[in-house]
Nanobody, 123 residues
């Protein structure tokens, strides 16, 4: 059973940066689509970014393009989300997820989830 553990959340001012990490309990590169989701209070959980293998496969939702970067450290079995130029609307609980079947926007297509890490951006 794949286990995912997120870290790196915190409180920052608008315009600041954070790097989220997601440590996996087993090798994920090329075996799972790895994704970052977020859920703001009172809102649905939304997919933010996905990556299957190389950075060329990375996908971002429009609202984070040019500000967020997803990457993987194969040797460490760790997924990252570098978040720059943060905005108050980025405030949410951020979750790492893995899918065996491919990359999807639908959260129900993901098989494994981390516990989440909270990001708060103040104006």
């Amino acid at each position: 059973q794949l286990q995912l553990v997120e870290s790196g959340g915190g409180s920052v001012q608008a315009g600041g940066s954070l790097r989220l990490s997601c440590a996996a309990s087993e090798y994920t590169y090329g075996r799972y689509c790895m994704a970052w989701f977020r859920q703001a209070p009172g809102k649905e959980r939304e997919m933010v970014s996905t990556i299957y293998s190389t950075s060329a496969s990375a996908y971002y939702i429009d609202s984070v393009k040019g500000r967020f970067t997803i990457s993987q450290d194969i040797a460490k079995n760790t997924l990252y989300l570098q978040m720059d130029f943060l905005k108050p609307e980025d405030t949410a609980m951020y979750y790492c997820a893995a899918s065996r079947a491919g990359c999807f926007e639908d959260k129900d297509r993901y098989d494994y989830w981390g516990q989440g890490t909270l990001v708060t951006v103040s104006s």
